[in-house]
């Protein structure tokens, strides 16, 4: 093959794979079982991703005013998010975050301070005698976009220090702005304040500094169509080691709080946690809010409060 035709080659490949990407991303037809095709491309690009770890150092958050936050709903849905908005930035003092996000960043930590608030039982932060630090682990980050969020709310249901870790498998995904998912992380990490960090590690491999008290996952894996849509390899679709992980690194009593896309997520996930013993399911209720704007999308979201058993 000469270097024009093995050129000409690798550029039709990567025209397919676009082509493909975009029609998985589509809702109008059930193209989830071609998704295997992606396997070989996801894996080849994750692997460049690990071995080169770009990074372009952590870049500075730029400030979008909030007056017109919800824009995009009628108006009494749009006056019922303006009052939460309220409630919220009063009830966890999210100022600093107010001063020092884009209108979707902003958005997307009231949606998941929002869950947390309404989902997490009230019992599921008391702070041990032995260790006044309560200890929250959110599992798959991507950019720790919603670190403030989860901050604010560990911190208001402690009552004092926190150590909030975001672990990341794929941290080092190159955004727009030539920066890195976890250049963009570690500077909502520090936003979000003392005792909180991100980390790109495999969560199978990861071990918080002592038991946790809360655990989040927001729309993990549990479908592998999902995963190779997103980007991931094959072999990293491993839901149901992730949930006994969750439930190991739990202190008794502690919850695990998840959060799917669609019903046929959520169906997936009762059946995995079926075959996790140290885990009951406390709850499950569908989400209504209209905190983030959906665009097109029509949301099924669930949330899943689960319990490690003593
Ligand atoms: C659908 S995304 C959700 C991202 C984020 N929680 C959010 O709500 O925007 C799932 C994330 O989990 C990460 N992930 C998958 N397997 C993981 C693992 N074993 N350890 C850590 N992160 C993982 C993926 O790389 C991806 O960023």
């Known amino acids: 093959m000469t270097p024009l035709e093995a050129t ?40 460049v991703r690990r071995a080169l770890r770009f990074s372009r150092g952590v870049p500075r958050l730029v400030n979008e005013p909030k007056d017109s936050l919800f824009a995009y709903l009628d108006a009494d849905a749009r006056a019922r998010a303006h009052a939460r908005e309220a409630q919220l930035r009063e009830a966890y003092a999210l100022g600093a975050l107010a001063g020092c996000s884009s209108r979707a960043a902003y958005r997307e930590n009231l949606y998941v301070l929002d869950v947390l608030d309404a989902h997490v039982p009230a019992d599921a932060l008391e702070v041990e005698a032995e260790d ?53 992380a570690r500077a909502h990490a520090s936003l979000a304040g003392d005792g909180v960090h991100y980390e790109v590690a495999d969560f199978l491999a990861y071990q918080p500094p002592s038991p946790a008290s809360l655990v989040t996952m927001f729309f993990p894996f549990v479908t592998r169509f999902a995963l190779l849509q997103w980007g991931l390899p094959a072999r990293e679709y491993r839901p149901e080691a992730l949930l006994a992980h969750a439930a190991q690194m739990l202190a008794p009593d502690g919850v695990l709080l998840v959060v799917n896309h669609t019903h046929e997520e959520r169906a997936a996930l009762a059946t995995l946690v079926q075959g996790v013993a140290t ?21 099924e979201r669930t949330v899943t409060t689960l319990r490690r058993l003593a």
């Open 279 to 299: 885990l009951e399911e406390i709850a499950s209720a569908r989400l209504e809010g209209s905190l983030v704007d959906y665009g097109e999308d029509v949301p």
């Open 132 to 184: 006044s630090r309560v200890v929250v682990v959110d599992v798959g980050s991507k950019d720790f976009v919603y670190a403030s969020a989860l901050a604010a709310f560990a911190r208001r249901r402690a009552g004092g220090p926190i150590a909030l870790v975001g672990v990341e498998l794929d941290g080092h995904v190159i955004y727009r702005d030539l920066r890195s998912r976890a250049d963009h």
């Open 8 to 47: 000409l080659f690798v550029v039709a490949a990567l025209v397919v794979v676009l082509l493909l990407r975009r029609a998985l991303g589509s809702r109008t037809f059930d193209v989830s079982r071609f998704a295997g095709v992606l396997a070989p491309f996801n894996a080849l690009r994750f692997g």
